[in-house]
């Protein structure tokens, strides 16, 4: 199972994943996140109270055990769409997206296992 993205509702949704997917499976995790920085759109920042407690990193390996991790600054992608653009906030929330998918997999395909069924899913997801 890979999360990715924006480390939201970590503590909050962790039960319900925890108990509706990797207590019922055979699970091991691999994270691809980030530390929140000043986004362009003050409505996707993300807040303390998002993040569920100050120590979201914290709480990530205690709750989820990962295999592997990688946490690094949120990128930017300026060459993509220039920050002028009408358009920037939402080409920069995708672009964040599948750039943590994308190391996601390259977790996986670090680590030389091989597996019958990968899973995508977000920390904010309730199952």
């Known amino acids: 199972m890979i999360f990715y993205g924006q480390p939201r509702f970590v503590l909050q949704c962790w039960h319900s994943i925890q ?3 990797i207590d019922c499976n055979d ?3 691999y994270i691809h ?3 929140p ?3 362009p759109d003050k409505r996707y920042q993300i807040a303390d109270n998002h993040v569920g407690d100050s120590n979201f990193i914290e709480s990530i390996f205690k709750c989820y055990k990962p295999q592997a991790i990688k946490i ?3 990128k930017t992608f300026p060459d993509l769409v220039p920050p002028e ?3 920037y906030s939402y080409n920069f929330i995708l672009q964040s997206m599948m750039y943590s998918i994308r190391e996601g ?3 996986i395909d670090r680590s030389l296992h091989h597996y019958d069924c990968i899973c995508f ?3 904010d997801q309730i199952v």
């Open 72 to 74: 690094e600054q949120q």
């Open 121 to 123: 899913i977000r920390f």
């Open 85 to 87: 653009h009408k358009h």
């Open 37 to 39: 920085n000043t986004l």
């Open 27 to 29: 699970t091991e995790i």
């Open 19 to 21: 108990n509706h997917i």
């Open 105 to 107: 997999w390259y977790l």
């Open 33 to 35: 996140t980030w530390i």
